[in-house]
Every structure is written in C-alpha cells, then in structure tokens.
C-alpha cells in the first residue's frame, strides 16, 4: 500500500510540475460554458476561451477543442464555430443537427465569414493573443445548442475528457467544475443579467508534452570579446537535418515552397543548430550611466511565419529599461517583490510579424538599460539573459562557460567598432 501511494504521489508531482512555468506560474488557458437559455430538449449555451498565459498565444492555425458528451447530447446549431465533423445524424428526421458524435472537434471559423455566423470575439481561424499582449484579443468565444440533454441545472450532466490543441499538443485539461453564474451587463450597463448555469475547464500547458527538443536557442556576443557564442549544436535537435535546404538552394524559387502544410511539417534552412528560431543578444555598448543591447531574432523555416509572436527575457536589469526602440515592451511581474522579467513583441502593423526564413525573416531592436551600481557589471556573464522565451516555449542558452568573456586587462569602456562588424558579418552569413 505504501508503495502505491508513493508512486501515486511521484505522478502528481511530476505531473504538475510539467506544467508549472515559474515565470508565469498562473499561465492557463480557461474555457468557460455559460447556460443562457433552455430549449425543449437541452440548451444554449455560450463558450469563451480566455488565454490567461502572459507570453504564450494560440497561434495558426489556431486551436482545436474537443470533450465527450456525458449521455447522448447532440450539437443542433453553432454560431461562430464548427465542428469538423458531423457524425452519422441519420436516426433524425426533419431537422439534421449540426454534429452527432460523441466526441465532436470544434475549430474557430476564419475571418470574413457572413455576419449572420459571427459571434462575439469570434472568427480570428482559432488565434488568440497572450494576456500579457493584449487582454482584449486573448479572448475567442462561440455560441452552442445543445439537444438531448437535461434542461434543468439539477439534469444537466457536464461534458468530460476536455482536450485542447492550439494548434498541437502541449495542453492538459482537467474536469469542468459548476463555478458561480456568470453577471453581464446591458449594453446600456444598467441591468445585469446572470448565466442560468457556469462551468469551467482549465488547461495548462507543458513544453515537455510538447515536444521532445527545444524549439528555439540563443546565441550571445559583446563589444568586450570577437568571440561569438553560437547556438549548440543540434539544440533543436538533428531530425530535420536530411531534409534542411542551404540558403542558397534552387529549391527556394520553386513555387509553393513556402506554403505551410497541413501537418506542420518544417522545411529547415541547414545550421548546425537545427532551430525554427534564433535569438541573438548583443552586449552593444556602454555609457557612464547606461549600457546598450541589441536583440535579434531569426526565422529558419521557409514553411512558417511568425504573427502576434512574442519573446520574454529574464535579466536583473530589466528592472531598469530606459527605452526600446523598435519593439513594444511590458514588464512581467510574476512575483511582486521581483522585477527582471519583461516580454518583447512587435509593433502593430511594423514588425509584429516574422516572416519565413529569407532575407526578410529576421526582426531586431535595441534596449537601452540603466545601470544599478551595486549589481551592475561586466564580469562572469552577468550581461547575458538567464532565461529567453520565444511564443512562450523556453529557448535553449549556451554553457555559461563559453560565455563571451571580460578581458582581464581591458577596462569596460573597449571600442565597440571591431566586434561590432563581426556581429554583422555573423548575421549575414547564417
């Protein structure tokens, strides 16, 4: 008995651990069903994804919900979703529901669909901003009319086995609870109404469920040190390796290369690396009072583009950024005594989309930090991250020992011209 309860307990902790991200540790994407009105064999209810995670979005192609109904229920109609299939239906006569199956899959609809199929917060083909970016596009909702099922609070039987892909695997749902009904307001906002009945699902994710590799890595330079700190090798992982294309392949003009297929499938430009994505951290400069970094990043996958993306960095001295210039920045306060997290992202309608890999599949800017004299200094990689995400999945750092290092008979005050140039040429090579 003390052994099954000793592996019962090993299960759990591993099992939330996988999903514990301590840089956004109440990161979860909650679905919430609201009843607002009954039907003579069910009801109608209306459904919202809330993506509650700072710096990770559902990206395209957007995500996937799926439960099992716990009798009988069928979808009669869905307004701003669909189910991708409809099951066998054949058993009705007159009306045909929407969806028969017992385990039905529902995608958000693509934009421009007829208004008379929109809902509110509906339409985006299943993305949806991270919290941390934008609160008022982290939001995706349909409307659903269930038949067959109880029609009263005390019948009515909770769906189950709640799945989420957005858009692969990743997400772990746990059981829908009753929670408190859900007020609304009028549009006037002098009456509330209430939900005849509230449920919610809450889904976390895990980069280990994920994917077995990373999917990004990190490379570091400085004005101080020519050395260039690559990526690992093989960071991401070499399974892509027989299939990646040189940069300078035939294979690029071909056309459709850069259509995405429908299994994702990358087609990876060859680096020793093997990642979809490279972050660069450059120590560029430094001042009297301030001191000057750029970042980089690049996309490797000819197949894949990058909207709404969104890249958290870890480094004390984010508690003191004094300006970006070319990315919009917001500090992220997971603790509220710690200070040295912030998420980057792209300017609306400049930047905020990477591009397939090419001469345009790159996005950069620089951050300009003021110095704390009691923390501040050059030595031992103090200069570099401790943690980069990119869209919420953790990139992999080099070795802190091959860090470039602060040269013992150089003040910190080097020209920064030569290493600067070998930045560039680094960049225009890979």
Not at 103 to 130: E, H, M, R, W
Request: contains cysteine; hydrophobic residues 35%; positive net charge.
């Amino acid at each position: 008995m003390r052994l099954v309860i000793l592996v019962l307990c090993v299960i759990v902790l591993f099992s939330n651990a996988g999903a514990y991200d301590p840089l956004d540790p109440n990161g979860n994407v909650t679905i919430k069903w609201d009843i607002v009105s009954w039907t003579p064999d069910g009801y109608v209810a209306d459904v919202t994804l809330y993506n509650f995670q700072m710096f990770r979005h559902l990206m395209n192609p957007g995500w996937t919900l799926g439960w099992t109904w716990a009798k009988k229920e069928v979808i009669w109609s869905m307004i701003g979703a669909q189910t991708t299939e409809q099951g066998d239906c054949s058993k009705f006569k007159g009306n045909i529901p929407h969806c028969c199956k017992k385990i039905p899959t529902v995608v958000d609809l693509l934009p421009g669909v007829p208004y008379n199929q929109q809902f509110t917060n509906c339409c985006k083909g299943g993305v949806v901003a991270a919290w941390g970016q934008d609160p008022s596009q982290a939001i995706s909702s349909f409307q659903i009319s269930v038949g067959q099922a109880g029609t009263s609070n005390k019948t009515v039987k909770l769906p189950k086995n709640f799945t989420l892909l957005a858009p692969g695997p990743g997400y772990t749902c746990g059981r829908a609870k009753v929670v408190p009904s859900t007020t609304f307001l009028t549009p006037d906002k002098r009456r509330k109404t209430q939900a005849l009945m509230t449920w919610n699902v809450t889904c976390t994710y895990s980069q280990f469920l994920a994917r077995k590799n990373p999917a990004c890595c990190v490379s570091l330079s400085s004005f101080y040190n020519e050395t260039i700190t690559p990526c690992p090798s093989c960071a991401c992982g070499c399974q892509n390796k027989r299939n990646c294309v040189k940069s300078d392949s035939k294979i690029l003009s071909m056309v459709g290369v850069h259509t995405p297929k429908k299994d994702n499938e990358p087609l990876m430009q060859c680096t020793h690396h093997m990642c979809p994505i490279r972050v660069h951290w450059h120590v560029k400069q430094n001042y009297k009072d301030y001191w000057r970094v750029k970042i980089a990043i690049t996309n490797f996958n000819y197949r894949m583009n990058y909207s709404l993306w969104t890249l958290a960095i870890q480094h004390p001295n984010l508690n003191n950024v004094t300006q970006v210039f070319s990315f919009d920045y917001k500090p992220i306060l997971p603790y509220a005594s710690i200070n040295d997290t912030g998420m980057f992202f792209g300017m609306k309608y400049f930047n905020d989309l990477l591009m397939e890999a090419g001469p345009t599949g790159n996005v950069q800017s620089e951050v300009l930090l003021q110095k704390d004299k009691d923390t501040f200094t050059f030595k031992q990689g103090w200069a570099f991250p401790r943690k980069v995400y990119f869209n919420g999945d953790e990139c992999m750092l080099p070795p802190p020992d091959s860090y470039p290092f602060l040269p013992n008979s150089s003040p910190q005050t080097l020209n920064a011209f030569p290493a600067l140039i070998l930045s560039l040429i680094f960049f225009l090579v890979l």
